[in-house]
């Protein structure tokens, strides 16, 4: 462990980022959601409180200490989770997609490379000057009567350069994914593969395109279309029809609020005082 935390390197500032994230989706009751996230970084630590509505979670990475906690705001227990065995599942995902692409038995990959557009503009976002790229992922998708349609997953996303203190959300999203193997799990597969994968989906490839991009995605919207729907379909209230007949069918803005490169203190890294570790039960 020791060695893999000095191939990674660790973040090497603080940084604090709260954002709005405001979801809307087809078919769930209620369709809208929104959530307030605060995120701080402090060399290989990291707080993620995440609200919506009235009740919170904390998230708290420890990559020096190789265990993540979680655990509610004023509540007395807390969650480890030893980042050991995120690793290990990691890895023998990552063996079982090489070893179906070896004996032939990987599933073939049908989807489409993501598509890469640079918006050739850029926005200024809490002083940080943001180069606007768009990713889009196109797929196929049959109804339940057999109809096939298309899809189009698209991400509009604004990036702070490394050089800026988003920078340090993006290296530390770096070396977490080294310290769980997860950078190793997201390449290791085709794309059908990935998507099929337990857990994981069609979003987890546009994830890995984003994650190859430099900078970090300081505001982005996502949108989910699908093309083919007849156009008298009834899909109630709050369906948007685009102009080339495509319907979006969930969508999710994230918006940065306040940003901050100010020492964070050490305690807020700390599970809270007095708290015990929830009990487990014993294999």
Same mark, same amino acid.
Request: proline share 6%.
């Given at each position: ?63 020096? @200490? #190789? *265990?993540?906690?979680?655990? /509610?705001?004023? !509540? ?6 030893? $980042?050991?065995? +995120? ?20 599933? @073939? #990959? *049908?989807?489409?490379?993501? /598509?890469?557009? !640079? ?6 976002? $809490?002083?940080? +000057? ?38 340090? $959300? ?114």
């Amino acid at each position: 462990m020791i060695a893999l935390l000095a191939s990674a390197g660790a973040a090497s500032g603080d940084v604090s980022l709260r954002v709005r994230e405001s979801s809307w989706s087809l078919g769930k009751t209620p369709p809208q959601s929104e959530s307030i996230v605060e995120t701080a970084v402090r060399n290989a630590m990291r707080r993620v409180e995440t609200h919506t509505g009235k009740s919170g979670a904390i998230q708290v990475d420890r990559i020096d @200490r #190789d *265990t993540s906690f979680y655990f /509610r705001p004023g !509540d007395s227990l807390y969650l480890p989770l030893a $980042l050991a065995q +995120v690793r290990a599942t990691n890895r023998k995902g990552t063996r079982a997609f090489a070893d179906a692409q070896a004996n032939g038995t990987a599933p @073939r #990959d *049908t989807l489409a490379p993501v /598509r890469m557009i !640079d918006l050739g503009r850029s926005r200024t976002i $809490l002083g940080t +000057v943001c180069k606007g790229q768009v990713l889009e992922l196109v797929f196929s998708y049959r109804d339940s009567t057999g109809t096939e349609l298309t899809g189009v997953l698209s991400d509009t996303v604004w990036l702070a350069p490394a050089s800026s203190a988003p920078g340090d $959300l993006k290296r530390f999203e770096r070396d977490f994914a080294r310290a769980t193997a997860s950078d190793s799990f997201l390449s290791a597969a085709n794309a059908v593969q990935l998507a099929q994968a337990r857990g994981q989906g069609l979003v987890s490839v546009l994830q890995r395109a984003l994650r190859a991009l430099p900078g970090y995605p300081l505001e982005s919207t996502f949108v989910n279309l699908l093309h083919g729907l007849p156009r008298g379909l009834n899909l109630g209230d709050g369906v948007e029809r685009r102009a080339d007949g495509s319907v979006v069918i969930q969508r999710t803005v994230r918006e940065a609020l306040s940003l901050s490169d100010a020492p964070v203190a050490p305690d807020r890294f700390e599970v809270p005082k007095g708290a015990k570790p929830v009990a487990t039960k014993r294999p």
